[in-house]
C-alpha cells in the first residue's frame, strides 16, 4: 500500500494502539473488523493438529489482516492475531468489509480462495 492511500484511510479509519502480547482476537471468535498495521508487528497464530499455535505469517506495517473470514465467507476467526511489540491499528469497520465484499467481482472472489491456501 502506497503511503498516500495510507493516509486517505488513516483519515477515514478509527485508530487503536495494542500493547505488545495483547491478543486482537483469537481463532475461532465470531467474525469482526478488519485491520491495517500502521506501526509494529503482528503474528498470525494458528492451531496446528497437535494442539499448539503455530505461527503462520508475520503482519508488518501498512499490511492488512484479519479480513480472511470476510473473503472466505466464515462466521468464525481462522486465525489468532497476537501484538509483538506496542502496535497502532487502523480499524477496518466488518460492515465496510462486507459491503466492499459484495461489490467485489466474483471471479476475483474465486481467484483469492484459490490463491489464498487455508488449512
Known sequence: MDKNA???????????????????????????DGYILSLGEVLLLQKGTSGTEV???K???MQVFGI??????????????KACEKSSLLVIPRATLEKKLKTLDPF????FRQAIPIE
Open 6 to 32: 495510507f493516509d486517505q484511510l488513516k483519515s477515514a479509519l478509527q485508530s487503536k494502539t495494542v500493547e505488545k502480547d495483547e491478543i486482537i482476537f483469537n481463532e475461532g471468535e465470531q467474525a469482526g
Open 68 to 81: 480472511w473470514n470476510s473473503i472466505f465467507e466464515s462466521e468464525f476467526r481462522l486465525f489468532t492475531a
Open 108 to 111: 476475483l472472489r474465486f481467484c
Open 55 to 57: 505461527q503462520k505469517q
Open 59 to 61: 503482519i508488518k506495517s
